[in-house]
């Protein structure tokens, strides 16, 4: 299993950026998908995550900002992130889950979550003017 993220750079508060992951050794089309940042510092936090067929979640901060989406025939994961904020600053890491018998995403509180098992090298992101 192999991830390979792209994309990263350094923007300006309100700009756009487009994340793109690559995934080999394995079909995207069985798995969760998904997309956790990290500070340093920090703990891992979760960004957002789509199953196999479409649904998508947000943690409650970048809801409305950021959209994740899949391309099984290419075998890809993308991040497109609006409305950039300083706070949003973190090394972005493309995640994976094989889809089994069991919910991929559960919810802690109003906060979804999935336990992702694989993940790629991280491309930093960096909100500044």
């Known amino acids: 299993v192999q991830l390979v993220e792209s994309g990263g750079g350094l923007v300006q508060p309100g700009g756009s950026l487009r994340l793109s992951c690559v995934a080999s050794?394995?079909?995207?089309?069985?798995?969760?998908m998904g997309w956790t940042r990290q500070v340093p510092g920090k703990g891992l936090e979760w960004v957002s995550g789509?199953?196999?067929?479409?649904?998508?979640y947000y943690t409650n901060s970048v809801k409305g900002r950021f959209t994740i989406s899949r391309d099984n025939a290419k075998n890809s994961v993308s991040l497109q992130m609006n409305s950039l904020i300083p706070e949003d600053t973190a090394v972005y890491y493309c995640a994976a889950r094989k889809e089994d018998n069991r919910p991929s995403v559960y919810y802690v509180g109003e906060e979804p979550r999935c336990d992702f098992g694989s993940w790629g090298q991280g491309t930093q992101v960096t909100v500044s003017s």
């Open positions: 789509i199953y196999s067929d479409g649904d998508t």
């Open positions: 050794g394995f079909s995207v089309s069985d798995y969760t």
